[in-house]
């Protein structure tokens, strides 16, 4: 493709950058959805290649490993080798072994990709850098972007971060001058920006299951009458994301965690997302005895998928999410998609991600505010991503696109920003309440976690290591806040109690000595970990 001004523009800036001698060079690629980034990523890569240079490309998730694996092959050819948890234990071995004799020079992958045997390693991209699936939050816990920028550093090779919602963290690296921004304001396609409606549903009432305003419907309506498609985003997958008596309120939750079970139709039962474990739905209240009574309430994108092809009889529906879509499954309803063989795609998060479909003219967002009010400070931000990037969905062909969010709250600044495109707005309000609170970027974190099978055993660690905590903090002229001990929001997980401490810090220096004072102190019954820069509250 002929590049735009804006990727000329960045691709020689990284080229610059790249070569022996040239040293250690980070970029933040701030591009909107469409901009291009892929292609930027191509010809940097291309350069690095012709000086003799190899290259890792990071991707959040596997779903979309096989699509950028295939521009990258349709470049570079069997240069291309593929790593990522979808693929079977032999598999990975030969591609690992393919980079390690050289016969390969660019690896492609998720998280794990970042330690890949790339000999003379020039190039590393981290595609959608803000995704908060490149952090590992087991076993060995690391966050694949900082990873990447270290061995670039100490490869002395060129890092891109690539992003149309560039991480908080990232954005004020790149406001300080650790990493220089590059700015890619336009498509590629010369494609305007969809246009966003914004919906009150205090005063558009969802009618159905599919949980389609009026307004929303018509659209829809629309769309299909025009032989375009439409992508319709729920955070929540299932068909009833609780089940409960009508008689006496009992609701079924998980034996070994704090979490309601979900309800199933296609499997007919009811389901941990977290540990896996799954019962039937009883005709007979366990708990009062009542028969008939088990209602199934919530919505998840099952149901909603369901009651759409009820809806619209002559529409191919389709349902992107973990429930039906791990590895070449995914694989496949994607390209059904790009092939123009789905109407409406209805999906979790994983419908956001960078997919390009030019036959998408319609994104509508069911309900915003899923993951608004969740206890976590980066709630909003999240939030705004989502907004940011299912929208980009919209409109990436030669038909202009619209995007509908239906939410509770169009007043919340996250709301708000992502429906106007202001980024720059948005970022800047959120990290001035960051800095009032010291909470990432403008300070640093630790999370503590103590887990274990016996209760009253975690108990007592948490109380003794909390108190530790403080009196640690105080050698420290109390540099380190410390807050807790107090239970997880997901108190027991897997069958293990689960509490946590949290120290934040304005410095590393202060934070590590007190972490380090806290992991050495011998506890019993109980399991205790440091997850730095933690991603998760929960």
């Not at 959805?33 to 890569?45: A, D, M, N, P, Q």
């Not at 969809?194 to 949980?211: A, C, K, N, Q, S």
Request: contains cysteine; aromatic residues 6%.
């Amino acid at each position: 493709p002929v590049l735009t001004a804006e990727q000329q523009v960045a691709v020689d800036a990284i080229i610059a950058g790249l070569g022996e001698g040239a040293g250690f060079a980070s970029f933040l690629l701030d591009g909107v959805t469409g901009s291009g980034k892929t292609e930027v990523y191509l010809r940097v890569i291309a350069e690095a290649r012709a000086r003799g240079l190899g290259a890792i490309v990071l991707v959040p998730e596997i779903a979309l490993t096989p699509q950028l694996a295939a521009r990258f092959r349709g470049r570079f050819g069997d240069q291309v080798a593929i790593l990522h948890s979808g693929l079977s234990d032999s598999d990975r071995l030969s591609e690992w072994e393919r980079l390690h004799r050289g016969q390969a020079a660019i690896a492609v992958g998720a998280r794990s990709a970042v330690f890949a045997p790339v000999a003379r390693l020039g190039v590393l991209v981290v595609d959608e850098e803000h995704d908060g699936s490149f952090k590992q939050d087991e076993g060995v816990r690391y966050h694949g972007r900082d990873v990447a920028l270290v061995r670039a550093q100490r490869a002395g090779a060129v890092c891109v971060l690539g992003s149309a919602t560039p991480s908080l963290e990232s954005f004020a690296a790149a406001q300080a001058g650790r990493i220089r921004m590059l700015t890619m304001v336009e498509r590629a396609t010369g494609a305007i920006m969809p246009t966003i409606e914004v919906l009150d549903l205090r005063t558009y009432l969802p009618d159905g299951e599919d949980m389609l305003s009026a307004p929303l419907a018509a659209a829809l309506t629309q769309t299909l009458a025009a032989g375009e498609q439409a992508i319709l985003f729920l955070n929540r997958r299932g068909f009833a994301t609780f089940v409960l008596c009508r008689a006496c309120g009992h609701s079924f939750r998980c034996r070994d965690c704090a979490v309601s079970l979900t309800y199933h139709r296609t499997s007919d039962r009811l389901e941990c997302h977290y540990c896996g474990f799954g019962q039937r739905v009883p005709e007979v209240c366990p708990k009062c005895k009542t028969v008939g009574a088990i209602e199934r309430k919530g919505l998840g994108t099952e149901r909603v998928a369901a009651a759409l092809a009820s809806r619209f009889p002559d529409a191919r529906v389709a349902r992107l999410d973990r429930d039906v879509a791990t590895g070449a499954k995914a694989e496949g309803i994607l390209a059904r998609v790009a092939r123009r063989e789905v109407d409406i795609l209805v999906g979790t998060q994983m419908v956001t991600k960078g997919h390009d479909f030019p036959g998408v003219t319609l994104v509508g967002v069911l309900c915003a505010d899923v993951g608004l009010s969740l206890p976590d400070f980066r709630a909003a931000e999240r939030t705004f991503q989502l907004l940011t990037q299912v929208a980009g969905r919209a409109g990436r062909g030669d038909r202009p696109g619209h995007v509908v969010i239906q939410t509770y709250r169009p007043e919340a600044e996250a709301v708000d920003c992502a429906a106007r495109h202001d980024y720059a707005g948005f970022a800047a309000g959120e990290l001035a309440a960051r800095a009032d609170l010291g909470y990432p970027p403008a300070g640093r974190l630790c999370a503590v976690r103590i887990e274990g099978t016996d209760e009253p055993a975690v108990v007592a660690a948490a109380q003794h290591l909390g108190a530790l905590a403080v009196a640690l903090a105080r050698r420290e002229d109390d540099a380190v806040i410390v807050r807790g001990p107090v239970a997880a929001p997901l108190a027991r997980l897997r069958g293990r109690a689960r509490w946590q401490i949290w120290l934040r810090a304005a410095e590393r220096g202060p934070l590590r000595r007190v972490v380090r004072g806290v992991l050495a102190a011998e506890v019993k019954g109980a399991r205790v970990v440091a997850d730095v820069d933690p991603l998760s509250t929960l």
